[in-house]
């Protein structure tokens, strides 16, 4: 079984997968057309955000000091 440090970065690691799911899209095959959905709020804040939050589970992950754990 992994340690709980490992466990923590993968962890964070999907955290920012989802962040970068969540800012795909918005774009236009047609470069004369604009679409205003580029600019959504996900996009523009939840997105980043959540990549931020994974990128600190990633950092905590590495930081943490394990305990006296059985391997």
Not at 19 to 25: C, H, N, S, T, W
Not at 46 to 64: F, K, N
């Amino acid at each position: 079984m992994p340690s709980k440090n490992v466990l923590l970065i993968g962890i964070g690691l999907l955290v920012m997968v989802l962040g970068f799911v969540l800012m795909l899209g918005g774009g236009s095959s047609d470069p004369n057309v604009f679409n205003p959905a580029m600019f959504s709020a996900r996009r523009i804040t939840v997105a980043p955000v959540i990549i931020c939050i994974g990128i600190g589970i990633i950092i905590w992950g590495i930081m943490r000091k394990p305990r006296n754990e059985a391997e």
